[in-house]
């Protein structure tokens, strides 16, 4: 059974740091490209990073990039959001995304920034929450 677990979110003051983990299991993580968004309360869902099958190719999204860093290591089949200058704003439920399709298609997607729709994954994790305040 496929399945995408986050971990990693909690409470953090504005300018810290949190590590997001997302761990799948059920099928080999380097078949898919993956992505990382966020749900704030009365808001859409919104793209915030993603990666392309072997590591090389990220995007992100304008309002976090220079913050957040997303990487991916295949052998433990999981997938890591590191996010730091943390600000209120960026409070929301993150959950990350695993998208089929072959590398070129992904490396597309990662490069034009279509990783950053919802559209575009197939399978979802259940979500984290990530709180930013003092």
């Known amino acids: 059974q496929l399945q995408l677990v986050e971990s990693g979110g909690g409470l953090v003051q504005p300018g810290g740091s949190l590590r997001l983990s997302c761990a799948v299991s059920?099928?080999?993580?380097?078949?898919?490209?993956i992505g990382w968004f966020r749900q704030a309360p009365g808001k859409e869902r919104e793209g915030v990073s993603c990666?392309?099958?072997?590591?090389?190719?990220?995007n992100y999204a304008d309002s976090v990039k220079g913050r957040f860093t997303i990487s991916r290591d295949n052998a433990k089949n999981t997938v890591y959001l590191q996010m730091n200058s943390l600000k209120p704003e960026d409070t929301a439920i993150y959950y990350c995304?695993?998208?089929?399709?072959?590398?070129?298609?992904?490396?597309?997607?990662?490069?034009?920034?279509?990783?950053?729709?919802?559209?575009?994954?197939?399978?979802w994790g259940q979500g984290t929450q990530v709180t930013v305040s003092s």
């Open positions: 990666i392309s099958r072997n590591g090389g190719h990220t």
């Open positions: 995304a695993a998208m089929k399709t072959s590398s070129l298609r992904v490396l597309v997607a990662v490069t034009t920034a279509r990783c950053l729709s919802r559209n575009a994954y197939d399978y």
């Open positions: 059920g099928f080999t993580l380097d078949d898919y490209g």
